[in-house]
């Protein structure tokens, strides 16, 4: 697709799985472009470039490059503040892949280079930008259920160790259900409900070891160093209170990803970890019709491996990114939210490690809207006022 002289140019750092996504998805979208990719592994770096056309450079290389505006941090998590850090501290803005940071103190720390330096900080997941959960975010909005009160949130499997060819990460400090899948989860509850007051929580580690069951390490033991079911407590400031479960030790489950219980009827909102799904609404008892609801990030333009089509519109929170920053507004993704759902996050272990409610210290505002209208100037080939 034709791209415009005046695009954001970014670089990319970490050419694993989710790169491909990343660069396959940015030509679909106005005002970013991908310049170069790099890797700490050249060869990863090199074969990504020839895939998507572009340059394969060293990390360092990218960082002092003058071509660049923004760089995408798809590192793992254990790495994103260090190398965001030398993002920032390169003068160019950041767009980190989820979970933003590790550590409340690491996103302060990050904030604090960015301010003084003029620059933005990103962060995915950007899901909540699909027609769901923003036809979801409409219906809150627009008082169909009354004022939410409760709500229940679940993500539980039996964990990834059956297919992923190395997970030793995910059972690691700084892995587990909440920070891996939780950004998705608490990310969309606070678009839909505002900031959290307080959480608290229990936490068990069922099992002290995963076993790999496929590719070449199949049968190798791999350490859990982080609790693997979390049940969970979230106030929020506008007096909802959530019920959040999340688990690695559940073979099977019945639960609803998320339901919003209002005074005057029930909202179901499917999958955040997905651009797309079913939305129900009862209410009182009674089935409700959904509001017309034509939003360009919702029709299915991507084929998974076992053959369903799903909705995958990743990079659209770098595009809102680049629009914002010359519009000169908030961005959606930004740093002041992906920092609170960290200290949501953190907060929520540390309640599991403690037995006592933790306060929240961070605040957000909800993310705007991003409606039929506001999305479609997102992708390319529409016209973005001035």
Same mark, same amino acid.
């Given at each position: 697709?034709?791209?415009?002289?005046?695009?954001?140019?970014?670089?990319?750092?970490?050419?694993?799985?989710?790169?491909?996504?990343?660069?396959?998805?940015?030509?679909?979208?106005?005002?970013?472009?991908?310049?170069?990719?790099?890797?700490?592994?050249?060869?990863?770096?090199?074969?990504?470039?020839?895939?998507?056309?572009?340059?394969?450079?060293?990390?360092?290389?990218?960082?002092?490059?003058?071509?660049?505006?923004?760089?995408?941090?798809?590192?793992?998590?254990?790495?994103?503040?260090?190398?965001?850090?030398?993002?920032?501290?390169?003068?160019?803005?950041?767009?980190?892949?989820?979970?933003?940071?590790?550590?409340?103190?690491?996103?302060?720390?990050?904030?604090?280079?960015?301010?003084?330096?003029?620059?933005?900080?990103?962060?995915?997941?950007?899901?909540?930008?699909?027609?769901?959960?923003?036809?979801?975010?409409?219906?809150?909005?627009?008082?169909?259920?009354?004022?939410?009160?409760?709500?229940?949130?679940?993500?539980? =499997?039996?964990?990834?160790? =059956?297919?992923?060819?190395?997970?030793?990460?995910?059972?690691?400090?700084?892995?587990?259900?909440?920070?891996?899948?939780?950004?998705?989860?608490?990310?969309?509850?606070?678009?839909?409900?505002?900031?959290?007051?307080?959480?608290?929580?229990?936490?068990?580690?069922?099992?002290?070891?995963?076993?790999?069951? =496929?590719?070449?390490?199949?049968?190798?033991?791999?350490?859990?160093?982080?609790?693997?079911?979390?049940?969970?407590?979230?106030?929020?400031?506008?007096?909802?209170?959530?019920?959040?479960?999340?688990?690695?030790?559940?073979?099977?489950?019945?639960?609803?990803?998320?339901?919003?219980?209002?005074?005057?009827?029930?909202?179901?909102?499917?999958?955040?970890?997905?651009?797309?799904?079913?939305?129900?609404?009862?209410?009182?008892?009674?089935?409700?019709?959904?509001?017309?609801?034509?939003?360009?990030?919702?029709?299915?333009?991507?084929?998974?491996?076992?053959?369903?089509?799903?909705?995958?519109?990743?990079?659209?929170?770098?595009?809102?990114?680049?629009?914002?920053?010359?519009?000169?507004?908030?961005?959606?993704?930004?740093?002041?939210?992906?920092?609170?759902?960290?200290?949501?996050?953190?907060?929520?272990?540390? =309640?599991?490690?403690?037995?006592?409610?933790?306060?929240?210290?961070?605040?957000?505002?909800?993310?705007?809207?991003?409606?039929?209208?506001?999305?479609?100037?997102?992708?390319?080939?529409?016209?973005?006022?001035?």
């Amino acid at each position: 697709m034709t791209q415009s002289a005046s695009d954001l140019r970014l670089g990319l750092i970490g050419a694993g799985n989710i790169s491909s996504s990343y660069l396959g998805r940015a030509p679909h979208y106005n005002g970013i472009r991908f310049v170069a990719v790099a890797d700490r592994d050249p060869a990863a770096a090199e074969a990504r470039a020839a895939e998507f056309g572009i340059e394969a450079r060293s990390v360092d290389a990218l960082l002092d490059s003058d071509d660049i505006d923004l760089i995408v941090n798809l590192t793992v998590p254990a790495a994103h503040f260090d190398i965001s850090r030398r993002i920032l501290q390169s003068g160019k803005h950041v767009y980190s892949e989820k979970p933003y940071v590790l550590t409340l103190e690491e996103g302060r720390a990050l904030a604090a280079i960015a301010a003084e330096a003029g620059l933005r900080v990103g962060s995915a997941p950007d899901t909540f930008f699909g027609t769901s959960h923003q036809l979801a975010r409409h219906i809150l909005d627009s008082g169909a259920i009354g004022r939410v009160t409760s709500g229940t949130c679940a993500v539980m =499997s039996s964990g990834m160790e =059956s297919w992923h060819p190395n997970p030793d990460f995910f059972f690691l400090k700084g892995g587990g259900p909440v920070l891996d899948l939780g950004p998705y989860y608490i990310s969309n509850l606070v678009q839909l409900l505002g900031p959290v007051a307080r959480v608290a929580a229990l936490a068990a580690t069922p099992s002290t070891t995963r076993t790999i069951g =496929s590719a070449a390490r199949k049968g190798q033991q791999v350490p859990v160093e982080t609790p693997t079911t979390i049940h969970a407590l979230l106030e929020f400031h506008n007096g909802a209170i959530i019920s959040f479960q999340s688990s690695w030790d559940v073979h099977q489950h019945d639960l609803q990803p998320m339901a919003l219980y209002g005074t005057e009827g029930t909202l179901h909102v499917p999958d955040p970890n997905f651009f797309d799904g079913a939305v129900r609404v009862t209410r009182r008892a009674e089935p409700a019709a959904l509001p017309d609801w034509d939003h360009p990030l919702g029709p299915a333009n991507r084929m998974t491996n076992d053959g369903r089509h799903v909705a995958d519109y990743r990079a659209a929170g770098l595009a809102d990114m680049a629009l914002a920053i010359a519009q000169d507004r908030p961005h959606r993704c930004n740093d002041e939210v992906a920092l609170h759902v960290v200290e949501v996050m953190t907060a929520i272990l540390q =309640s599991g490690e403690e037995g006592r409610f933790v306060p929240m210290t961070t605040t957000c505002a909800r993310p705007e809207a991003l409606d039929p209208a506001a999305a479609g100037l997102l992708l390319a080939g529409r016209t973005v006022p001035a």
